[in-house]
């Protein structure tokens, strides 16, 4: 183990925390956390915890999250200015507005939102669970579905409903992951499947390709990031080309060392994920006195509210 995972590891133990890097993470700080996962993932592993502090080698919401479910603990960030372009795209008196004009309207929210705006929310969902959080709704009531567009398309296409109004925000991210670096893929390598975030702006070109033959349906998976390492840990594939953040690519071929995983596009870097450095997170974990600038906090009131809405979620599952 090298010298800085050592005294990463030490600075942990000292001062009872844990360190929770997401899949996107780079593969060195993915390497020394105790916990790697998606987002939904870690904070319920920060909420059970017997940690006094949670390190979120993350971004900013995500760090929220783990602080509405573990409210008695000290969540630190190693980048305070670690946000996230999909949350950026609406605000709570946007989605004030918004819901001024569909008075009765049930509010599902990607949890990829600030506290602010899970605070205005009736239930939060994941990418893994979606699909399901839309169809405990009641089919004759209206939803507003933010913030991401391409998956508020994927939950229209697999629900079937047409009553569901979706905010058009997008992670610049997997917007970049377009048809045209999908399609080109696709046809360079036609043995291969395909893993895609419904995130990604070619998601609807993965199913076109499917429905056309192209892509046999059987090998072309719209997957969360978790979703993506179960599936991985039984592939059976050669190769399996991965439409999402390429952070994603270490933990798969850790998992499924036999197969081959190769980015949609190798450019597909979250920038804000990549603000985790090795020193960043090393000074997060220093003296206590002089952390209290890694420190995310939620107001007591803005976190009651946002917590309802994360919790409706836990409840009706993965
Ligand atoms: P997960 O919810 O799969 O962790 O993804 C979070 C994210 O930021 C996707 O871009
Ligand atoms: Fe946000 Fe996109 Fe980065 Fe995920 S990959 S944290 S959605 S900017």
Redesign the pocket.
């Known amino acids: 183990m090298a010298a800085w995972q050592t005294r990463v590891h030490a600075l942990a133990a000292a001062r009872n925390a844990v360190i929770l890097a ?3 993470q780079a593969p060195i700080i993915q390497d020394v956390a105790h916990h790697v ?6 904070s319920r592993i920060a909420a059970t915890s017997d940690a006094e502090t949670i390190v979120f080698a993350g ?1 900013h919401f ?1 760090a929220e999250t783990a602080k509405l479910l573990s409210p008695a603990k000290r969540v630190l960030i190693p980048d305070q200015a670690a946000g ?1 372009s ?1 949350a950026d795209t609406i605000n709570a008196d946007q989605l004030r507005a918004w819901k001024a004009e569909h008075p009765g309207a049930v509010v599902v929210s990607y ?2 939102t600030t506290a602010e705006v899970k605070a205005e929310t009736d239930v939060c969902c ?3 669970n979606a699909v399901d959080v839309v169809r405990s709704i009641p089919e004759d009531r209206e939803i507003l579905f933010l913030p991401d567009q391409f998956l508020g398309a994927h939950v229209r296409r697999a629900t079937g409903r047409t009553n569901i109004h979706v905010w058009l925000g997008e ?1 610049h ?2 917007a970049d992951i377009s048809p045209s670096d999908l399609v080109e893929s696709v046809r360079a390598n036609p043995a291969a499947d395909l893993y895609v ?1 419904p ?1 990604c702006g070619c998601t609807t070109s993965a199913l076109w390709l499917a429905e056309s033959g192209e892509l046999p349906a059987a090998r072309t998976h719209v997957l ?3 979703g993506m390492l179960d599936h991985a840990r039984r592939e059976t594939s050669r190769q399996v080309l991965v439409a ?2 390429i952070g994603m690519l270490h933990q798969l071929r850790k998992a499924n060392p036999t197969t081959d995983f190769q980015p949609v596009n190798p450019k597909a870097a ?1 920038p804000f ?1 990549k603000m985790t450095t090795p020193e960043k997170l090393e000074a997060c974990l220093g003296d206590p006195s002089l952390t209290r600038g890694y420190e995310v906090d939620v107001p007591a009131d803005v976190a009651a509210r946002a917590r309802q809405a994360v919790e409706r979620m836990v409840a009706i599952g993965n």
């Open positions: 997401h899949n996107y996962g998606d987002s939904l993932a870690l971004v995500m996230c999909l949890v990829n994941t990418s893994s992670c991210v997997h975030h995130e969360s990031t978790g999402t953040e979250c994920m």
